[in-house]
């Protein structure tokens, strides 16, 4: 993904989550600038289908909307910020495709686990790809029924 890209990562994010959880191309295009070796854009025949954020962290889960100021200098796992599919591209593979490029990045990163905060329709989708439901308290703006998740990683020695 590049920062020209995010045009159409707002356009995809519209379209996936209506209006409840737009975050601005400003809070985005930072975790593009801080971790770029973990976004990703899927294109099919030059359109725009979906989209990754991710990037190291160390715990918890980052306020919503906010601007991550600098990552940990020791991370131990990965944070997937967001995954988005346009509804044209449901079915077609897309979140799947994304979700194993994060996965490997954060293997070869040498993370522990991927975490991610599900919203509350999410969560069977992400328990499906490995996840399991962790207790904590989110900050405000995830929403109600927002799930705070892990999935453990291959640790190379």
Known sequence: MRGGDLDEV????REAYGDAYQESAHVLGRKL???????????????ALGYVFAHPWQAGAPQLHALVECLPERADHGFLHDLAVSPRARGMGVGSAL???????SEQAGHRALTLVALADAVAYWRGLGFASRTLTLPDGYGAGAVFMRRSLAVRD
């Open 10 to 13: 707002l356009r995809i994010q």
């Open 33 to 47: 600038s801080l971790a770029p070796e973990a976004c990703w854009l899927a294109e099919r025949d030059g359109e």
């Open 99 to 105: 979700f194993d490029k994060v996965r490997v990045w």
